[in-house]
């Protein structure tokens, strides 16, 4: 698990970029994994120094001393103590909202960007986009359900091993639409990470569409089916032009 290291005491804390400025102070520095580095005093909410995301960050410890250097392009930030108050580490993860707890181990359970995570072990399970958690549990291990659609609504694990959205789609659209290109038909694959309608005659014929996030509602003049999906419809050939 990723970890946010402290760092308080006498500091001089010095900034070049766009604005140049030294300021001394007792502080508090966060470094975050993802070399983010904040400088705050005892006034206001917002830090007197930070960079954020650095492209490097260096950090050196001694028995009484520590120093920063974070650096993204021209912009440099350097930290230099005085006095150590205290210089701990702790774990984190991103926060997310909760969804219940992992059967197993009990821990809770938080949805973040792309992803649901386990906070004390930090086990992932990723989520395809445009994915939903439900509060329904999975029968065969007891973690949450999600929500996703690809050409049909399917609620499954968000365990891709304990329940493989492929298998689902592939049970219901595999074959069953036509290419528009030799008329065999579209096989569901997974190609480069991608889920996608590809010809059967391939490598003859190399059409292939990805399969977009939404539900078919209807048919496309081309022969192909359209989707409902969050920004409108559209034909499973994002070319067409046609919904």
């Known amino acids: 698990m990723e970890s946010i290291r402290v760092f308080a005491g006498d500091c001089t804390v010095h900034f070049e970029g766009s604005r140049e400025r030294t300021q001394r102070g007792r502080v508090v520095v966060v470094a975050k994994p993802d070399r983010t580095v904040l400088v705050h005093d005892a006034s206001g909410y917002q830090p007197v120094a930070w960079l954020t995301r650095a492209d ?5 410890s001694g028995p009484g001393s520590f120093g920063l250097v974070a650096r993204a392009g021209e912009q440099v930030l350097t930290v230099e103590s005085h006095d150590v108050i205290g210089r701990p580490e702790y774990p984190a993860s991103e926060a997310g909202v909760p969804v219940g707890n992992h059967p197993e181990t009990g821990e809770p359970l938080v949805r973040t960007s792309g992803a649901v995570t386990a906070l004390d072990s930090g086990v992932e399970f990723s989520l395809p986009a445009g994915a939903t958690v439900r509060d329904e ?23 891709r091993q ?31 990470g991608r889920l996608l309608t590809g010809c059967d005659a391939y490598p003859e014929c190399e059409t292939a569409f990805s399969l977009p996030a939404g539900i078919v509602v209807d048919d ?10 969050a920004r409108g419809r559209r034909c499973l050939d994002s070319t067409c032009g046609v919904a």
């Open 56 to 60: 490097s960050l260096t950090v050196e």
């Open 162 to 192: 304990c329940d493989p959205l492929d298998d689902h789609v592939k049970a219901r659209f595999d074959g069953g639409w036509t290419c528009p290109d030799c008329e065999s038909p579209l096989r569901i694959i997974r190609r480069g």
């Open 137 to 159: 549990t999975c029968d065969d291990c007891g973690l949450p359900l999600m929500r996703v659609e690809r050409g049909a609504a399917f609620d499954i694990c968000i365990d």
């Open 220 to 229: 496309c003049e081309c022969g192909l089916p359209i989707f409902e999906t």
